[in-house]
Structure formats: C-alpha cells, structure tokens
Nanobody
Framework: EAQVVESGGGLVQAGGSLRLSCTAS????????VGWFRRAPGKEREGVSC????????VYADSVKGRFTISRDKDKKTVYLQINSLKSEDTAVYYC???????????????????WGQGTQVTVSS
C-alpha cells in the first residue's frame, strides 16, 4: 500500500532544534511536490513549507521563515524539515503530504496533496 510516513518529532525545549523526515513506501517522493503542514491544538491546519517538483524551489509560511528549512536528500527519496529556534507556538502535529497528481508542479501551482502521513508530534517546552 502506498503511503507517506513522517518521523523525527519529539519533546524539545524552547530554542532547540529538530529535524523531521518524510519518506514514502510504495512509491518515491522524487519528482513530486511535497508539503509540510501542522495542526496545533484547537487550531486549523496550517501550511508550513513546500518544496516543488519543478526545481526544488521552496516556500515558507511567514510564521516560520528564517527558522524552518525544507530540503530533499541526494536521491530525493526523503524530504526533511529542519526546525530551529523552536517556540512554544510551534507545538503541533506535523504532517507531510505529496502531490502525485502533478497538478502542483510548483508550490504556487496549487498542489493537490493526495497522500498524507499520519503525523508526528512536536512539543516545545518553555
């Protein structure tokens, strides 16, 4: 069964760092636009970052610019989200999603994320 899997979440003190990973089974993330999202307690899901299939260009939400970095590994089978200078407001379940439809070749082309992971919890203690 094709699926997307996140890992790397945990409990971290404010100011600390984490690296989240996103991989796929049953297919590869190479060649697809991948996005990271998060849902904080009591809040709507928020788009955090995206890396495009087109040219690996990246997009970030204003709330995370300068602190989060999205990237792919060399063979493009894993997408990372490096999170630095963690704040309490970063506490959330983080989800990875990919657009295998090809609609969102670029991050600004309205990707249709059709595969979602189960999420990984990030908790920041103050």
């Amino acid at each position: 069964e094709a699926q997307v899997v996140e890992s790397g979440g945990g409990l971290v003190q404010a100011g600390g760092s984490l690296r989240l990973s996103c991989t796929a089974s049953g297919f590869t993330l190479a060649g697809y636009t991948v996005g990271w999202f998060r849902r904080a307690p009591g809040k709507e899901r928020e788009g955090v970052s995206c890396i495009s299939a087109k040219d690996d260009s990246t997009v970030y939400a204003d709330s995370v610019k300068g602190r989060f970095t999205i990237s792919r590994d060399k063979d493009k089978k894993t997408v990372y989200l490096q999170i630095n200078s963690l704040k309490s407001e970063d506490t959330a379940v983080y989800y990875c999603a990919t657009d295998t439809t090809g609609s969102g070749y670029g991050c600004n082309d309205l990707p249709l994320y059709d595969y979602w992971g189960q999420g990984t919890q990030v908790t920041v203690s103050s």
